[in-house]
């Protein structure tokens, strides 16, 4: 496998790909993958992908804040202002941040989809050399990954949770083998057929690092096989497909530690585990991790910069949520505009302006395995994957003090996945998945699963075809 330095892109990549809307500015001139002339090219393609998936418009920030703002985790700051139109449920469509989580996701659906046409035709027409083919497919794969990861991303904020009532509702735009060119006219599918469109990117990736053999990736800082396992894992367990799901979790923690993570195997000691958040390097927990550099500008858009300078905290309905013996408490702070914040994204012991940003960790995995079994009623092999999270509550010592009913094991697992995820980004997509009634230290007793984000005015008022979704601000909560 040829080497190549993670999320790097050079500024005239980054001009040639950023584009507000679907039907303004071309991606780079590659959508049918014709203007790729080298394997190189392929590369480059997939590093653009990869940094609009880091970049603070997606994963770099806005996408992980606005599921923790909208669902009772954190709260933006009345004097910063950042956020704080979503912890108040104060925002509209035209708001800068669903326009950038929308632009900038659907970059990464399109540069994928552009590099893997492109690394096809040169397998095809035989420019790549046999020798190279398995560093193409882990491209290829890489990039199946990328693009599935991105539509999770924005099914769940722009369309409602996947259910039976929910599968005909509008889901996204929908791109498949081509990607979309300049004012071309669009339309959404529905939900059930865009998760149908996300589990065939994961089957595609499946099948290419395959054929990539030793050459796949093993590294938590790209969307390798152990990362995409982590994905298929989520996805299902958001179609209510538990048995895949929990095949699926397993899988990521067997390539992770080649072997089950259980309440005592490979599990990080609790040293190590507040350690990690002060480190770059990869950690026993990561499956999938953003990586930042010493040398990255993170700029003010950073998850740093709004957990730090921009004041945003943590609610009281979420950290009340911890034990006065968990460790997790040590990774909460007293926030400098007031109230209490977290110090996940508070640098390393190196340089206070560098954080990582877990998308898939270990503990993620062996809470999905525990929830699956739970469901269906095992309640000791729930118990014992539920110990991996659930001990870092030092009162928590053996699944003697855990819950032993299905419906109270259910209850403990979202809460632990709070205590667990407090300022990484999944409560709002836990939240609707799971149907929780969801309370906040502003709004209580509020039904997530009918509240929906509004598609950006930017991409609606373009008239290619995206339709709004109807009446979403008719389900937001009443304050307090």
């Known amino acids: 496998m040829k080497k190549y330095k993670y999320i790097l892109l050079s500024l005239a990549l980054v001009m040639g790909v950023s584009s507000c ?57 009345s004097s910063s202002g950042h956020f ?25 659906v399109t540069l994928s989809t552009s590099a893997i046409n492109g690394a096809n035709n040169l397998i095809e027409n035989g420019t790549i050399v046999e020798s190279d083919k398995p560093t193409a497919y882990n491209y290829i794969g890489q990039c199946y990954a990328l693009k599935a990861l991105a539509n999770y991303y924005l099914v769940n904020l722009f369309a409602l949770p996947y259910s039976d009532t929910n599968k005909s509702a509008l889901g996204i735009i929908i791109i498949d083998k081509d990607a979309t060119v300049p004012f071309a006219a669009v339309s959404r599918g529905t939900v059930e057929q865009t998760y149908a469109q996300i589990i065939k990117d994961i089957k595609s990736a499946e099948d290419a690092f395959s054929s990539a053999g030793s050459s796949a990736t093993s590294s938590a800082y790209y969307m390798g096989p152990m990362g995409l396992k982590a994905l298929e894992a989520r996805v299902y367990m958001s179609m209510g497909d538990y048995t895949s799901a929990e095949t699926a979790a397993k899988a990521a923690l067997t390539l992770k530690d080649k072997g089950d993570a259980t309440a005592t195997d ?73 109230g209490i914040s977290t110090t996940k994204y508070d640098g390393t012991t190196a340089s206070a302006s560098v954080s990582n940003i877990p998308i898939f960790r270990k503990s993620e995995m062996a809470l999905i395995i525990a929830e699956c079994e739970a469901r269906v009623g095992t309640i000791s092999e729930a118990q014992n994957y539920l110990m991996f999270t659930a001990k870092r509550n030092t ?39 799971m ?26 008022n373009t008239g290619t075809g995206c339709v709004q979704n109807e009446n979403w601000s008719d389900y937001i909560p009443s304050l307090k």
């Open 84 to 108: 704080n139109a979503y912890s108040t449920f104060t925002f509209s469509d035209t708001e800068q941040e669903l326009e950038y989580a929308w632009q900038y996701g659907y970059n990464v």
């Open 21 to 77: 809307k679907l039907d303004t500015e071309t991606y780079d001139q590659k959508d049918s993958g014709k203007a790729f002339s080298s394997l190189e090219d392929v590369q480059n393609g997939m590093n653009g992908a990869y940094y609009n998936l880091g970049y603070y418009g997606f994963l770099g920030n806005y996408a992980i804040a606005l599921s923790d703002m909208c669902s009772g985790v954190s709260a933006g700051s």
């Open 395 to 433: 009162s928590i010592k053996s699944v003697s003090d855990l819950p032993s009913t299905k419906s109270d094991l259910l209850s403990f697992i979202s809460d632990e996945r709070i205590r667990e995820f407090f300022g990484e980004g999944h409560r709002f997509y836990d939240a609707r998945r």
């Open 266 to 338: 490979n599990v990080p000691s609790n040293a190590e585990y507040l350690s990690m958040w002060k480190s770059i390097s990869e950690s026993n927990e990561d499956l999938f991790t953003i990586k930042k550099a010493d040398d990255d500008n993170l700029s003010a858009n950073s998850l740093n910069t709004l957990y730090g300078s921009y004041f945003a905290t943590i609610q009281a309905a979420a950290y009340n949520k911890l034990g006065a013996n968990d460790i997790r408490r040590s990774l909460l702070r007293n926030s400098d505009g007031g």
């Open 435 to 460: 149907g929780d009634i969801v309370s906040g230290d502003q709004f209580s007793n509020w039904d997530i699963q009918k509240f929906v984000f509004p598609i950006p005015a930017a991409e609606i």
